[in-house]
């Protein structure tokens, strides 16, 4: 499995940007995804994660009603709307995939990663 994640960059407090994550080498529906993110120093984080049901769409909670995610199966392609954006969010963003059993919300259960996005957001 390939990841390429784009759509990173500087925006102001309160402004949006919108992220991509292209899949590719595999059947994309039967992938768990998920999003990351990592400031210098300390841990990654989960962002989001949408399973391949399409059920139990999952939210960190500071992003909780500003961020959405979303995938398309025809263009193999997930995505993360992030709104109302704030100098916190600062980070360097990552998609991830799985397809195995291991649970939804370990960070080690992904097998496949991007490349990573910056997101700045200036106060």
């Known amino acids: 499995v390939q990841l390429q994640a784009s759509g990173g960059g500087l925006v102001q407090a309160g402004g949006s940007l919108r992220l991509s994550c292209g899949f590719s080498?595999?059947?994309?529906?039967?992938?768990?995804m998920a999003w990351f993110r990592q400031v210098p120093g300390k841990e990654r984080e989960f962002v989001a994660r949408?399973?391949?049901?399409?059920?139990?769409?999952w939210y960190t909670g500071s992003v909780r009603g500003r961020f959405t995610m979303s995938r398309n199966g025809a263009k193999d392609t997930v995505w993360l709307q992030m709104n109302s954006l704030k100098p916190e969010d600062t980070a360097v963003y990552y998609c991830?995939?799985?397809?195995?059993?291991?649970?939804?919300?370990?960070?080690?259960?992904?097998?496949?990663w991007g490349q990573g996005t910056l997101v700045t957001v200036s106060s």
């Open positions: 080498g595999r059947t994309f529906s039967a992938y768990d």
């Open positions: 991830a995939a799985k397809t195995n059993a291991d649970p939804l919300d370990r960070i080690s259960s992904y097998e496949s």
């Open positions: 949408f399973p391949w049901r399409g059920d139990r769409l």
